[in-house]
């Protein structure tokens, strides 16, 4: 029987959409990972009634429930007020960690704030949590039942709170429950239906929890089983059934995946983007340690500047702006010019704006040079909106350069 | 008296933190905007029984309730039958919706899939509502007090059905209530406690809803004013104690309100990046319309990039490639090679890795030539991991290109 965990968000600024609630999907992961069935999301105002209320209804359900934000040192943070409320227990103050937060400013050469005298209270019931990357305290109440951990709302800082001092409190008391294994597979080149065709209805005759989720120009399959012999048939049918399209068993991205093939082969990389813009090129370099591989990217985006990369003006004539010809050509120029093994161009019509009934919004050319110093290029149509037509082209051209160096 | 509006999301692929729950913050964003007090996000598995009984206990607090997601066509998609069961009506078939659905797979050449049957079913006590952009049909339902609004959960479909159809529903419904004035400003190159600075308490002596809100190199205030007389009052606040900040009165990105100026005033653009690797670029053309003063950019990752680009070897060799020096001459070359009117270049430490004591990771020089062939050069130091660096790096050279321009 897994443990089940509930997520409160304490925050107006989530409930009118000013911010993106990223810390829900994070916790969201790593419980589910970690064994737990997430059963719900809350988000509540900056209200201490509220938190109280919301806290002991979800208390109901939850085995574990976790409060983000609300920890701060202004007046409108009451995270601390509405959890003790609801324990009816007072907050206490704790002088180490105003000596640590004392320390802490110290070290920039500042004095404390009076205000920040507020981070070092917690309910009198809960441990502190230290936050090495922050101010705010986190704090965590054990009951004989349920768990309930605080958790500042930054996200760097929750993360990092998370691994650091939470991991160790959720093993200790649900260890032996959480033994569910997690099996990822990631693919590119495949639609979401194609993927359930391959797999077939055989395939769910097992016990196992399972998610598959569409992402331009790729699919992402994540897997959760109890039993060691189900999880390593499972992983044997997907690699069976899907192999071709799988790029990682983990979380790595593609872009990481073709950074890693290319350092073993020690090969390099250029690009030439017309309508993605540097998308591609961004892509490649979010990744640290990309300038063990990446040459660079021309952003060839003014018929002006491809001619500068030595795209002839009579091919773009001929053939136009967007077409296989200046794709394969921007492909190759790129890998001359930036003396790499490979050369990717891409052209094509983002919109919304510049699309044509012979040449409509979402046309795409992808080029790809090869260390042989040939050319291919592959005809794409991708719908959507500009940013969906951007994104699905990067990710293609990351899927092509990936086929042709595994 | 505002109307209180509550967000239900349907979908384990949301507990689980599999996707980020975008359309909560859409859909908090907007309602907030038109005058609505958004009490409560909340996220449900996929059960009927679940959605029924999420859906009583928000209903009991909140005037309107959004639900989405749940509307597909697989049998795991129940919020039609959860919601139904909470009004203890039946679901109907709607002839015409089907015959829409059978249209819309002919025009695409195929015939329909029995499962797509599902999406022509709808509560007793619904209105159904069109979805022009997928096979989901959304309903509201609205009794003497509530309204119960359900929409798909794919973003695009959700946003431009909210436009499109649940808009007419609030404003007839709301429409005497939906006072408040929502007033923007977004500044660049100001931190958020400098904002509270200049901003003064005296500024808070009115009653109006006040957000500020921080991210890499911006801040976003957001205010939301009953009265029309605060409101002017407010703006003119502001635009007094912040003017010299604001790029924009509404949700412009500063890279919009860039492309703006530079077409007004017929200027071209072009970049050279080296840390920030194509992330100046693509925030550029995410923009449509770029390409009518955007000419282009170069990903200079690799020495030899910078070389062949035009900065010379001993200019890298005295100075290193980061360095003031190098970050003009970026600016400098891209700027003659792409025939543009303004330049910019950027050499930095984006890390983990490469920094020393003498040049940490962090450091950043971001170069400008000007339509007059000279160049000046800025130092920074940013805080945080990889990709801060590179979106903190990545908007300060907005942030000069801007106060250069504008």
Redesign the interface.
């Known amino acids: 029987m897994k443990p089940t965990a509930a997520v409160l968000?304490v925050g107006?600024?989530?409930?009118?959409?000013?911010?993106?609630?990223?810390n829900?999907?994070?916790?969201?992961?790593?419980?589910?990972g970690l064994g737990f069935e997430?059963?719900?999301?809350?988000?509540?105002?900056d209200s201490q009634e509220a938190i109280r209320f919301r806290l002991g209804?979800i208390l109901r359900r939850a085995d574990a429930v976790f409060v983000m934000g609300g920890l701060g040192p202004t007046p409108d943070d009451v995270t601390r007020e509405g959890v003790a409320a609801h324990f009816n227990v007072p907050l206490v103050f704790s002088e180490p960690q105003y000596r640590r937060l004392q320390k802490l400013y110290k070290r920039f050469g500042k004095r404390i704030p009076p205000l920040v005298k507020r981070e070092a209270f917690y309910p009198e019931n809960a441990k502190p949590l230290i936050n090495r990357f922050g101010i705010a305290l986190g704090f965590s109440i054990e009951t004989s039942q349920k768990l309930v951990i605080a958790l500042p709302g930054v996200p760097?800082e929750l993360k990092s709170m998370f691994f650091d001092v939470v991991l160790p409190v959720l093993r200790k008391k649900y260890g032996k429950l959480l033994g569910s294994r997690k099996l990822v597979a990631r693919m590119a080149g495949i639609s979401e239906p194609d993927v359930m065709k391959r797999l077939g209805k055989d395939f769910f005759d097992e016990p196992f929890d399972f998610?598959i989720?569409p992402a331009p120009g790729e699919v992402?399959i994540?897997i959760l089983a109890e039993s060691a012999a189900v999880f390593s048939r499972v992983k044997r049918k997907i690699a069976a059934r899907l192999k071709d399209r799988i790029y990682a068993w983990d979380e790595t991205p593609l872009a990481g995946v073709i950074a890693q093939i290319l350092k073993k082969k020690k090969k390099t990389l250029?690009?030439a983007?017309s309508c993605?813009?540097?998308?591609?090129?961004?892509k490649?370099?979010?990744e640290?340690?990309?300038?063990a591989f990446?040459?660079?990217?021309?952003?060839?985006?003014?018929a002006?500047?491809k001619k500068?990369l030595g795209v002839p003006g009579k091919l773009i004539q001929d053939h136009g702006e967007v077409s296989a010809q200046v794709a394969a050509q921007l492909a190759l120029s790129v890998r001359e010019?930036?003396?790499s093994s490979y050369g990717i161009g891409i052209t094509g019509i983002?919109?919304?704006?510049?699309g044509s009934s012979r040449k409509p919004v979402g046309l795409v050319y992808i080029g790809l040079a090869t260390p042989d110093g040939k050319a291919r290029a592959w005809k794409h149509l991708f719908w959507?909106?500009?940013?969906?037509v951007?994104a699905r082209a990067a990710m293609k051209a990351l899927e092509h350069l990936w086929m042709a160096i595994r």
Chains 1, 2 share one sequence.
């Open positions: 968000s107006n600024e989530v409930l009118r959409g000013s911010v993106v609630n990223t829900a999907a994070f916790l969201g992961r790593e419980l589910t997430v059963i719900s999301h809350a988000v509540c105002p209804e760097a998610g989720y992402t994540r250029a690009v983007e993605t813009g540097g998308l591609l090129a961004s490649i370099t979010a640290s340690g990309a300038s990446f040459r660079g990217g021309t952003v060839a985006y003014h002006l500047v500068k010019k930036m003396e983002a919109g919304p704006g510049g959507g909106e500009r940013h969906q951007q």
